[in-house]
């Protein structure tokens, strides 16, 4: 669809009954795409000081996350749409956020390089970010929410390859879930036979799912190591099964039974720049995948 700086960030949904793609770039821009035309809708969106790590959104809202260590929220109904800061800028670098909901009030928690993990209230933009818990003893990587018995679940995984479950709504820890070899780059939630589920992807090339419905679950291996490394990954379904999405450096984004952990298919070709982001997401009934890559450009698949 385009090409120019790195795409560090994707996320899909629907805006006024149309496709809506959301990426966030190297320059610290954000671009409204049509997945499925792959036309841009309107300008870049400015506000950023330096590049957008990852974008949460549940329209007509986004929240944007960056390395100027900044959340702003997004109002996409907005002609143009209007951006504000969430609270103060932080000492270091956002590395992710996610949207939900706590109580009937959409939440944002986000991770980065001071090691913590914030709660913020989109709503309320000049309040600043509450800490869950206490600061980690590694930066955090990425973030992902599920809700487990009707509690709005965090999940988290680190620069020192933990991941760790918490409760948005309390604010505190539930559990270290496990942990990879080396840095954990991504993870994600997801339900694959009525059981709710995180997976995690990282520096060692290793995928790995854990069930959030049962305490002291181990987690389990996810195929084989196929990755040198992996920077995303994301949970969709495609004919009726439940498919964990992976990519890296190694151009390739290959799919896999979540219930099963085998490859499902032979993979989506094409990106050829290292894939940073990938998201995907059913838009009126076709299975819509949105990359971006290293190099900058942006790729689609309807599945």
Known sequence: ?????????VAIGMLDSEPLAVVGRADGTLQLWNPV?????GDPLTGHEGPVYSIALRTPTAVSAGTDGTLRVW????DPPAGTRLGDRLTRGINSVALGTVNDTIVAVSGGDDRTIRRWNPAAPGLPGEILGERLDAEVRSV???TVNGRTLAVSGSANGTIRLWDVGTGRLVRLLGAHEDEVWAVATGTVRGRTVAVSGGNDGALRSWDLTAPGHPGKVIGERLHSAIKTVAVGTVNGTTVLMSAGGDNTIRLWDLATGRPYGTGLAGPEGGVESIAIRDLGGRQVVVSGTYDGEIWTWIL
């Open 1 to 9: 669809m385009s090409k120019g700086n790195s795409v560090w960030c």
């Open 37 to 41: 035309t792959g036309k841009a809708l």
């Open 75 to 78: 109002d996409l109904a907005a």
């Open 144 to 146: 992902a929410l599920a």
